[in-house]
């Protein structure tokens, strides 16, 4: 895995690009938990009256969550540029809104592996994930993901 004090590239993990990429950086990942931060901008497609608004903080939940299991696809250096992968979120439970963070501020979030179950098929896991602007915490929730190497 990664070591700690490297801070990587999320498009490297996930699949996602702007507008809808969450995420600006990988701060921390190892095989059970990440950190990670997403600059808020001052718009789009989740933006409404200069705040991130809910659908904004899940999906940087789940992108977030999604990047823990989703390493192990990208394991060696050469397999980043060849290996494609879809997720799913299969639920979302326990969900806290505590504020919805204003633009131009830098969103952390923070998440652990709960739960993670391999088939042949596909990773499903749980994962619980809490996002601060600064130290105010802005959302906390349970999630569940689900996902799949794409095969040529």
């Given at each position: 895995?990664?070591?700690?004090e490297?801070h990587?590239d999320?498009k490297s993990f996930?699949?996602?690009r702007?507008?809808?990429?969450m995420?600006d950086?990988?701060i921390h990942?190892d095989?059970?938990t990440?950190?990670t931060?997403y600059?808020?901008?001052e718009?789009?497609l989740f933006?409404?009256?200069?705040?991130?608004v809910?659908?904004g903080?899940?999906?940087n939940l789940?992108q977030?969550c999604s990047?823990?299991v989703?390493?192990?696809?990208f394991v060696?250096?050469?397999q980043?540029?060849?290996?494609k992968?879809?997720g799913?979120?299969?639920g979302?439970?326990?969900?806290?809104m505590?504020?919805?963070?204003?633009?131009?501020?830098?969103?952390y979030?923070?998440?652990?592996?709960?739960s993670?179950?391999?088939t042949?098929e596909?990773?499903?896991?749980?994962?619980?994930?809490?996002?601060?602007?600064?130290?105010?915490?802005?959302?906390?929730?349970?999630i569940?993901?689900?996902?799949q190497e794409?095969?040529a």
């Amino acid at each position: 895995m990664l070591p700690e004090e490297k801070h990587i590239d999320v498009k490297s993990f996930l699949p996602h690009r702007n507008p809808m990429l969450m995420v600006d950086e990988v701060i921390h990942i190892d095989a059970k938990t990440v950190k990670t931060r997403y600059w808020i901008p001052e718009k789009g497609l989740f933006i409404r009256s200069g705040k991130l608004v809910e659908e904004g903080l899940i999906e940087n939940l789940a992108q977030s969550c999604s990047s823990v299991v989703g390493q192990s696809y990208f394991v060696e250096e050469n397999q980043r540029d060849k290996t494609k992968l879809i997720g799913f979120i299969s639920g979302i439970k326990k969900v806290q809104m505590h504020q919805l963070p204003a633009s131009g501020t830098w969103l952390y979030t923070e998440a652990s592996l709960k739960s993670r179950l391999d088939t042949a098929e596909f990773v499903m896991c749980t994962m619980k994930a809490k996002s601060y602007v600064a130290s105010n915490l802005s959302i906390e929730a349970e999630i569940n993901l689900i996902i799949q190497e794409l095969k040529a």
